[in-house]
Nanobody, 122 residues
Framework: QVQLQESGPGLVKPSQTLSLTCTVS??????????WSWIRQPPGKGLEWMGA???????FYNPSLKSRTSISRDTSKNQFTLQLSSMIHEDTAVYYC??????????????WGQGTQVTVSS
């Protein structure tokens, strides 16, 4: 029922800001009490949780990325967005959006988008 779809540029230049949008269907991002998260996976690496925005609009970030990360939402469009600034080559990854319950385990991420490849290159 719930579906998530990432969209945004596939190529970003170093030092620029990445902006990705996750469009949610089949459920409202304002419905209690889900977290709407961004996760990424660099090539050959594991999954890295980046941050989330809750049903009420509160945000949480991975401390390692907090200084460069901003998550927001547009409730009228049932969308939430990721902005990652000061992009470097190491930010090249597949980026996913997902629905979570706010726990510490991947087992609570019941719905995922298909992922979108983002490459940082000049």
């Amino acid at each position: 029922q719930v579906q998530l779809q990432e969209s945004g540029p596939g190529l970003v230049k170093p030092s620029q800001t990445l902006s990705l949008t996750c469009t949610v269907s089949g459920g409202s991002i304002t419905t209690n009490a889900y977290y709407w998260s961004w996760i990424r996976q660099p090539p050959g690496k594991g999954l890295e949780w980046m941050g989330a925005i809750t049903y009420s609009g509160s945000t949480f970030y991975n401390p390692s990325l907090k200084s460069r990360t901003s998550i927001s939402r547009d409730t009228s469009k049932n969308q939430f967005t990721l902005q990652l600034s000061s992009m470097i080559h190491e930010d090249t990854a597949v980026y996913y959006c997902a629905r979570d319950l706010g726990g510490s385990s991947w087992s609570t991420f019941g719905y995922w988008g298909q992922g979108t490849q983002v490459t940082v290159s000049s």
